[in-house]
């Protein structure tokens, strides 16, 4: 009995020795509307930041080479100056330290005066690529607060009429993810709402880059950007020489912490696999290049057959119950016709696995751990009908606190479509399509 005490008082010493080692010491400075940072995580290469300001909070995460993090925070709408709290949080969402510093007043800012208390009309928010515009009138007003809040960041500011007494402008959220929601009130000057809506952050996929001459010249690869905005569904037959249709429903999964849709996540691991290959000398076709668009399963596999495509990597996120469960995964065809004249069984297994070997080295994963697997099987609609060879990978789990967060981290990204560019390159070697370097 009193052995297991001491054992006990041992063990909680031990956690508090630990938990006191294990704060980090976070430099910070304010100054200017913004706040520095720097700090040092060891074996930690991404890190997530919270931060309070007067009028703004926000929440980012950010890359360390190294484990070596600085950078710089901004903080827009903090003229009137007080104290800028920092949390720092690893990728696992626990805290690892914390710091404040003293921003001082802009001396440009004052507190408006006038009436500011009217009905709020015509508010018109429009979606932009840094934030989101927006347009109203309160007539006789001479300012209002505009309110902004998502799951990234929040701020406030006084906004003023122009000489027609509409207000409008346009609000910037750098550090708000793609297709995030954002709810905008309108205020009186102390605050109380008059009008509320929400929008979104615009998505555009920036312009590919020119293919150059590489070691995948003359590979075609067809990307297939998983879901769409909106997953309106239709039942489609399961695959040739298969019986039966699909249920017509299909769930995407959303982001854990950043309530993220995959179908926004994927596109974004599409646009810089696509780039990624362009600079290999790959020929691209993309089957979506926007949110709002609706294409079947069938379609898809149609789009990469009329280019001619050697190989059709459709890319997706997966979602748990077990939201411990991490990694990622690549589903192959089985037994359909199709799937069956690209490759035999054994093939297609040698040919998932250089896929899911090439992804997990390039985000660091050890390749004797189970942080995931090749599956061949029939479940898959869009698999079962390309008519090359085709892998529904899945990028990692959104139900997973940690991936994500990773999965909407432009350098993890970058890294996943590094992994697979390179097994297409595998693969292409595999097939006799290309010569080793
Ligand atoms: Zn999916």
Redesign the pocket.
Known sequence: MKKSVFAAVLAMLLVLACGAAAAVKIGLKAEDGKAYYDFTLENQEFAILEYTAPDAKGKMVVYGEDGVFEGEILLPWSGKGGNVKLTVKNVKNSTVGTASAKLEKDENYSVPKGKSNAKVEDMVLTETVDGFGYSFRAEGTDFMLLQFRNKQESGQCFVFPNENGVYEGEISLPITYARTLTTVKVCTGKGDVKKEETVRKAYQIAQAPERAEGRLSGVVVCIDP??QENGKMVREPIGPGLEGFTSGTSG??QGKITMRK?SIVVMEISEKLRDELLRQGATVVMTREAQDVYHTNLERCQIAEDAGAFIMLRL??DTRADTSKRGISVYAPLNSDYAKAVAGKEDYKHMGQLMLDAMKTAVGYKLDTTTGYVHLGDNFVGNNWAKMICFLIETGFMSNVQDDHLLSQPVYQQWLAEGMAQGVYEIALFRGLVEAE
């Open positions: 998983g879901h995407m999964a995959e997706h996120a």
